[in-house]
Every structure is written in C-alpha cells, then in structure tokens.
C-alpha cells in the first residue's frame, strides 16, 4: 500500500518464496515513472515490471473496502500524516479495516515517521496498531535521506527474529536485525492517544513536533 516508486517491492522479490506482489498506490504517474524510465528502472530493479506485480493504481482505503482479497504480509508506505487526508490511512479504522485482509498468521511492515524527531507521532501509531487488535513490534533504523527513521511490524501472533534471510541483501543480517528493535532513551516510548478517524491526534502530534524542528 503506497510505495509507488517500486522500491520495497524490490526488497520483496528477494525472498525466493514469494508468489505473487499486488502494490496499491493513488498515482498512476508516479507507478508509470517508476516502470519506464531508464534511471528509475535501474534504481528499482525493474521491480514494476515484474510479472509477479501487479500494480493498482487507487486509494488504497476504499481498495481495501471494496476487496475481498486476503494476503500474507502488507507492507504500508504511505508519506507522513502531515494533514487529516493523509491522516486518515494512520488510524484505528484503517488498521481494523486491513487487519481483515491479512492471513491469521500474517504480518504487516508500517512506515512510521522518525522516532527521533517525531517521538510522539511514532509512538502514536504504534499505540494506534494496538487499539486495532495487533500485537506491535517498534523498529528503527538510520536512513541516510531521511535520519533516524520509525517502522512498525505488527501481526495477530507472537514474533521472533528470523534466523535466515534471503541472499543479496547489503544492509540487513541477522546479527544486527534484533538491534533494531532497541530503542535509545531518547527514543524510548511515551504517552499517546491513538489516531482515529472522528479525532485524528497524529495530525496534531506531527504538526507540533515537526514546527519545534523548523524552528
């Protein structure tokens, strides 16, 4: 859901078992870049053209209303909730609405913001996945674009750190992959209500810690 440049689907068709990838995102510009053209291409492994992907192009909230599919993993890469449009895809009426697409033993990956300069707002979301029936497993890692960046891995059953990953990856291994579910003190959890669709306190939470940031 979102990812439209291809990118996590390229991480995902490393995994020798994976059958089949279904990517959702609203922009069909950014999907048809991203399949086209030569430098982008290259930067995704061709990742769209895959004949594994089939692409979507839709608002990935009332896709999953008017869907029926059910998958095993769902990676959600939506920007940041910088408004209540955006909002709305980071609340309990979200998660619950997409936790009935996912298999009983399935899992899903989402993008959070940063955990370092948006404490509040990540621990938002992870608090959000929680009051929509997911158990929650915090992870961060340090994105050179970006900073110290926030994910969450949540499923409806007990994790734990796999012990074998798929070849060709440069970054991940699993020596280092349970360090990224530690977090700093400075990163550490704190008090915060979850988003909902009629009271969406992520906006509110994102908009005042990204200001103290700017200013």
Known sequence: LGGGDGLAVRELLKYPGLESVTLVDLDPAMTNLFRTH??????????LNSPKVNVINADAFPWLEQNNETF????????DPNNYSLGKLFTTAFYRLLKQHIASNG???????SPMFAR?????IVETLKQAGFQTYPYHAYV???GEWGFVLAGARDWRPPQQLPAGLRYLDVKTLPSMFDFAPDMGPVAAEPNRLNDQSLV???EKEWREIVH
Do not use: E, G, H
Request: proline letters at 8%; aromatic letters at 20%; a neutral charge.
């Open 204 to 206: 509110r939470y994102y």
């Open 72 to 79: 095993d993993f769902a990676v959600v890469d939506f920007p």
């Open 107 to 113: 899992m899903i990956s989402v993008q959070a913001t």
């Open 144 to 146: 050179p674009a970006f």
């Open 38 to 47: 030569p430098l982008l291409t290259k930067l995704n492994a061709n990742s």
């Open 120 to 124: 509040q707002s990540y621990w938002c």
